[in-house]
């Protein structure tokens, strides 16, 4: 069942632009299946909801809080029109604020091209640039595949314990596969530390930024991802640590088992849960897929974010900096989703026609919203 097309004509069944082929669908999909009924209804209840409070709200609220519940389930890139006239007259006064940004090559401030590029740094001082697909790259005791945008490599023998840290840089991201056939995928902004070969009693690699990891089973040798403050312990999983922000670390747990260790609490995780650990202490709650893993696919989707929330994101994946000239801008907030696959002019296009926000390269490639 393809339940994204499910929630789509949901949205355009309120809006009245369905079809009546693709009404007939969903009727099929949300009487035979459970899931497809439960989104659907979902849905329903929503709108309902909050057009039945729609007028007492915009009066007391910002517009965002207003439609914010019902447009943040959509995962389209623009407004979602709703058909009754209540909705209608909302929607004129609150205008086209819900906005999308994306991926294309831009001007970077910094000057050393070096900052750029995927770089792997070998144990004994070796620089790789991997931003290419290369093959049979000889380094140490190992030889290098660069290929699909995944580093793997072939030990010729037990000695590749030293430690060998691969960078990707901000507008890039990146695959690695270790020696054990782990597989980790790396978000803009991350680096990552390991050996050539997991040779001790146990598996160990130092992750900064985002990752993504598929660890392979080992009886005997287990896997460990030591971050900043805390460190995860794994018994053969897939999970999602995020350390981006200074004193804050993320992980998401989607399926078998991990242990996160930090300086006063160890807590194991369970399937579909987030655990934050910051200098005031730990929580831990069900996360959202569509938030937290949404960035493998490219899309960042963000809620009641102000523009100086969104700043290093836009920088993460398109190596942009940011400036905001004035406090409205800084603080103006949105509901929306980065598609990291689509030019970057396109958000600002849209947030110049939503809010009257316009933008500016300078002459050292810093991006102005003014």
Same mark, same amino acid.
């Given at each position: 069942m393809d339940y994204e097309k499910v929630r789509d004509l949901s949205f355009d069944e309120l809006s009245g632009t369905i079809s009546e082929e693709?009404?007939?669908?969903?009727?099929?999909?949300?009487?035979?299946?459970?899931?497809?009924?439960n989104i659907w209804e979902d849905i329903q209840r929503d709108s309902s909801?909050?057009?039945?409070?729609?007028?007492?709200?915009?009066?007391?609220?910002?517009?965002?809080?207003?439609?914010? +519940?019902?447009?943040q389930r959509r995962r389209r890139?623009?407004?979602? @029109?709703?058909?009754?006239?209540?909705?209608?007259?909302?929607?004129?006064?609150?205008g086209s604020w819900y906005l999308f940004s994306t991926k294309a090559p831009q001007p970077l401030a910094a000057n050393d091209s070096t900052a750029h590029?995927?770089?792997?740094? =070998?144990?004994?001082?070796?620089?790789?640039?991997?931003?290419?697909?290369?093959?049979?790259?000889?380094v140490d005791n190992a030889v290098l595949n660069n290929k699909q945008h995944t580093l793997s490599f072939d030990v010729s023998h037990q000695n590749g314990s030293g430690i060998n840290t691969l960078t990707v840089p901000a507008g890039k991201d990146y695959h690695l596969l270790?020696?054990? +056939?782990?597989?980790?995928?790396?978000?803009?902004?991350?680096?990552?530390?390991?050996?050539?070969?997991?040779? +001790?009693? =146990?598996?160990?690699?130092?992750?900064?930024?985002?990752?993504?990891?598929?660890?392979?089973a080992k009886a005997g040798q287990p896997f460990i991802v030591h971050l900043p403050g805390s460190t995860v312990n794994v018994l053969g999983?897939?999970?999602?640590?995020n350390t981006y922000d200074s004193g804050v670390v993320k992980v998401a747990l989607v399926e078998g088992s991990v242990k996160?260790?930090?300086?006063?609490?160890?807590?194991?995780?369970?399937?579909?849960?987030?655990?934050?650990?910051?200098?005031? +202490?730990?929580? @831990?709650?069900?996360?959202?897929?569509?938030?937290?893993?949404?960035w493998r696919t490219g899309l960042y989707t963000f809620e009641d974010a102000s523009l100086q929330e969104l700043a290093p994101i836009i920088h993460r994946w398109f190596g942009v900096t940011i400036a905001l000239d004035n406090a409205r801008v800084a603080s103006r907030r949105f509901f929306g989703v980065i598609d990291w696959n689509r030019p970057l002019e396109d958000f600002q296009h849209n947030l110049e026609r939503a809010d009257g926000i316009r933008s500016h390269y300078d002459q050292q490639g810093i991006l102005h919203f003014e």
């Open positions: 693709e009404k007939s669908w969903l009727r099929n999909a949300i009487r035979e299946d459970l899931q497809a009924r909801r909050l057009l039945t409070d729609a007028s007492d709200s915009f009066d007391q609220h910002p517009a965002e809080e207003v439609l914010g +519940g019902l447009q890139s623009y407004l979602l @029109k709703v058909s009754s006239i209540a909705a209608a007259c909302l929607l004129a006064m609150l590029t995927i770089r792997l740094v =070998t144990a004994e001082g070796k620089v790789i640039d991997l931003s290419n697909d290369s093959t049979g790259i000889r270790l020696a054990d +056939g782990t597989k980790v995928q790396l978000n803009a902004a991350t680096t990552i530390s390991f050996p050539f070969s997991f040779t +001790g009693k =146990t598996r160990e690699v130092t992750v900064s930024g985002e990752a993504f990891f598929q660890v392979a999983t897939a999970f999602n640590i996160v260790a930090s300086n006063r609490h160890d807590i194991v995780l369970k399937p579909g849960y987030e655990i934050t650990t910051t200098k005031n +202490g730990v929580s @831990k709650e069900s996360f959202d897929p569509d938030l937290v893993l949404g």
